[in-house]
């Protein structure tokens, strides 16, 4: 086995740091594509026709930047896009015929002191016309969920919210407010949203990925939306729109993990990344990257990324697991950001 250098230059307050990490030899390889024009921490990946499409970031003070960018993989160029028509950040995504849906996420108190206010915004963003439409607002307010497709409907599971009665206005790591286990169905044939089970264990930052008409919820963060709060959970809950019911829990994460990024190919989901609480000012992030099979209920490591992150974008384009940007570090002193412009390719058909 022989062992492959790399480096890692990231940004952090206005000075640059260089890592060095190791990686051991895999069949499969980690390639490299352009890097994203604007690096941000929080952003979220999705691909539609054929492209991957990344929104999102987060600047110091949790300011949302609202970013769109655009990448084809057979170019290799990034193009830029409308921005998001509010700018918000812990959104959830869903892409259906061509279209890309958003759904709720949290925004920045206008004055006073920043906090993550929790909104019930629903978009639909049409690529082919880079043209954004406001649908009807989710009946819950809350950041963080997961959002899947079966049977032409979206389903918005889990997130973070306020108490019920609660008077508080924004989540924040010092005041009361809890994961979610809501799950609410959008239809955009009638614009409507309906109630649903809710989700077992509530949960905030998880992936998610449909197998069969089946939706899996994937580890994430219980008791509050912020991991120096929370705990993660390595729990794998299956949802069946069909019978609106929940399973039986299925083989859990072998790295429990949240702010993860994700993508599902030939019936399999894929998770990369993530983070942890540790003891210090810095969060423990990974590079972890692991496959669960519903069909067997397993799961399999792939190669490691090169770099740990969080809060990074990642979907699968034409059977190549791309991962764009994120924080190479989470905490640390306030308005400090240590993110990476890298967008690195896994090709998971490579033997």
């Known amino acids: 086995m022989f062992v492959l250098m790399k480096t890692l230059r990231i940004v952090a307050a206005g000075f640059c740091l260089t890592f060095v990490l190791f990686s051991g030899a895999y069949a499969q390889k980690w390639g490299r594509l352009a890097p994203i024009p604007e690096p941000a921490e929080e952003v979220y990946g999705i691909a539609a026709g054929g492209k991957l499409y990344v929104f999102g970031g987060l600047a110091p003070q949790w300011t949302p930047k609202g970013m769109v960018y655009e990448h084809d993989p057979g170019a290799d160029k990034w193009t830029k896009k409308k921005d998001m028509p509010l700018a918000s950040h812990h959104v959830a995504f869903a892409e259906l015929n061509g279209k890309i849906y958003v759904m709720g996420g949290f925004t920045k108190p206008e004055k006073g002191p920043t906090a993550w206010i929790p909104i019930n915004n629903a ?67 009638t614009n409507k949203w309906e109630t649903r089970s809710p989700m077992p264990t509530a949960r905030n930052h998880a992936a998610v990925g449909v197998v069969n008409n089946k939706i899996y919820i994937i580890g994430g963060r219980i008791g509050a939306a912020f991991i120096t709060r929370a705990s993660n959970t390595d729990v794998v809950e299956e949802y069946d729109p069909a019978t609106d019911q929940w399973g039986a829990v299925k083989a859990p994460m072998p790295t429990a993990r949240s702010a993860v990024a994700w993508g599902t190919y030939k019936g399999k989901i894929y998770v990369a990344g993530g ?12 590079r972890a990257v ?8 397993t799961w399999s490591h792939l190669p490691p990324m090169t770099f740990p992150r969080h809060g990074l974008a990642g979907d699968i384009v034409n059977g190549k697991f791309h991962l764009v940007s994120g924080d190479a570090a989470s905490g640390g002193a306030p308005g400090t950001q240590i993110h990476t412009d890298v967008h690195e390719v896994l090709d998971i058909e490579a033997k």
Request: charged share 25%; net charge positive.
């Open 123 to 189: 978009w639909e963003y049409d690529p082919a016309k880079d043209a954004w439409k406001a649908l009807a607002p989710l009946p819950t307010k809350r950041g963080s969920p997961n959002a899947a497709v079966v049977g032409g409907k979206i389903y918005v599971i889990g997130g973070a919210g306020l108490h019920p009665g609660s008077k508080e206005t924004a989540v924040h790591p010092a005041r009361p407010h809890r994961a979610l286990g809501t799950n609410e169905v959008y239809d955009p044939a």
């Open 275 to 286: 983070e942890e609480r540790s003891g210090g000012p810095w969060q423990r992030t990974f």
């Open 290 to 297: 692991e496959a669960y099979d519903p069909r067997t209920n």
